[in-house]
């Protein structure tokens, strides 16, 4: 008989209760409850400086292709004309004025180029993360002017 409680008593020892894993269950739970929001925040604000740091490298690619050419491209020729000279551009054109392309917003969607702008010679606009006109937060539309 004493074997077998000191057989019990070995087995009780070495593993954890029920209560133990569900109290070490629930504090992992109240951290990611804790952190979790706070992380994806920060991914979202992430995501608008991509779109800003874009932005601004087209206007810089835009202002270099206005020295070249003596204008800025068309509403019709759109960013692909710092990639392709457009017919318009004559011999004057010297690009590509981007390295890798007309990128997409960080939510894939396509950058709008108008000219000319609201603002200014020309506009460009993320309709930010909804891919709608307006919005607030993540869904706010980011433009160069």
Sequence with gaps: MQFLSQQAQQRR?????LLELLVVIVIIGLLAAYVGPKYFSQLG????????AQIEAFDKS???YRLDVGR???AEEGL???MTAPPS??????????KKGVPLDPWGNA?????????????IISLGKDGQPG???????????
């Design 135 to 145: 919005g607030a937060g993540d869904n706010a539309d980011i433009s160069s002017q």
């Design 45 to 52: 604000k992430s995501e608008v400086t991509v779109a800003k």
């Design 72 to 74: 800025y491209p068309s």
């Design 111 to 123: 950058y709008q180029y108008r000219a000319p702008g609201s603002k200014g010679e020309y506009e």
């Design 62 to 64: 835009l202002d270099t």
């Design 89 to 98: 551009a004559g011999a004057k054109w010297n690009g590509p004025y981007l």
């Design 13 to 17: 020892q070495a593993g954890f209760t």
């Design 80 to 82: 692909g004309a710092l």
